[in-house]
């Protein structure tokens, strides 16, 4: 009889048990998701509180990012009778499915993008847009992740019914890579072709998975790239400005561009994202579910390696912004060439050192991308005064 109690009240204490930690899980920051889970396995998916109608509510796994394109024309009539665009495209038609297949080349992109003008141009054929955006993309030996995105990019941002163009800018030579001073190069350039509303600082690796996700400019300075799926597709840390980012040339101005003095890898998104704080403005972002980035897997690039002296740097950013950035990137224009789906701008911007550490290497086959190199001289005939560039002259 004994033995029988024993046992009864030990089967009873681990229910007790067993009920108090269910409580204790429960009772934690994050029962509401783990309720919610258990919800939705037995109910029926509410596409209205998704925010996507039916025929989005069909495509989660994601829509051919060149539907509905094919149909696009240009239109015979003069730009100053058409109408302007939508404020919502109604090509814009949310995730989309992103894979990598191989066999892709820069003449099926070509084929693919008809209305796509030399130098990486588009307008919307049949209405006026309401938004100019000119995408820069850092790049040196990335030929095949350019690809990729400009693949996906150029239908993206036709979907969005936008006036755009594309620069790759190509860091000459085999000195250590700077993305952040390849960026401020970018905008330089960029703005003395057009006078851009909006200009978008673009990994060359990561691409874009909701076209919800617009590229356009918002009152303050946008982070669009905030759920990375080598993140889990969730933002890192608050302050993260990294992967894909957009700024009006006022926010350009007003943080002082970017920082010159990160060579390799890591530093200058963090910088970045202080001097938007200190230009006295807020990181602007999509949502989570929107702002969905799929990166092209890779190794980290030779001439590319880890920065040892980034956290040094970072934390003298309040004392260095408005002496290192738009107003001191100093660089030699070597070739500007006006290419199928792109700009290609090849740029010497010199070493740690200082832009005439080292010479300037002169443009070949290695220093531009594959396939894609064009006489030497275009660039002179375009722009007869010096080369060379520096900031605090112009």
Known sequence: MATWLQSKWRYLFMLLGVQLVVMALLSREGYQKRVSYFIRIFRKPDNTASGLGPAQARNRTGNDVYANLSALAMAHVRVEDMPFCPKTSPLIGGPIHVTFPSGITLKDVERKNPLVVRGGRYRPPNCEARHRTAIIIPHRNREHHLKFLLYYLHPFLQRQQLNYGIYVIHQAGNYTFNRAKLMNVGFREAMREEDWDCLFFHDVDLIPEDDRNTYMCDNNP???????D?????????????????????????????????????????????????????????????????????????????????????????????????????????????????TNISVHIGTEAGLHALPAPAKKPADAPANQVKRPGKHQEEQPRSQKDKSSKH
């Not at 946008?222 to 990375?228: C, D, S, T, Y």
């Not at 970017?258 to 602007?284: A, H, K, Q, T």
């Not at 999509?286 to 980035?293: D, E, H, I, N």
């Open 230 to 342: 080598k993140f889990g597709y969730k933002l890192p840390y608050k302050m993260y400005f990294g992967g894909v980012s957009a700024l009006s040339p006022l926010h350009y101005l007003k943080m002082n561009g970017f920082p010159n003095n990160y060579w390799g890898w890591g530093g200058e998104d963090d910088d970045i994202g202080v001097r938007v704080s200190l230009g006295g403005m807020l990181i602007s972002r999509p949502s989570l579910k929107v702002g969905r980035y799929k990166m092209i897997k890779h190794k980290l690039d030779k001439g590319n390696d880890v920065n040892p002296r980034r956290f040094n740097m970072l934390a003298k950013t309040r004392q260095s912004w408005k002496l290192d950035g738009m107003n001191t990137v100093e660089y030699e224009l070597l070739s500007r060439d006006h290419l199928p789906l792109y």
């Open 222 to 228: 946008k982070h669009a790239a905030i759920a990375m």
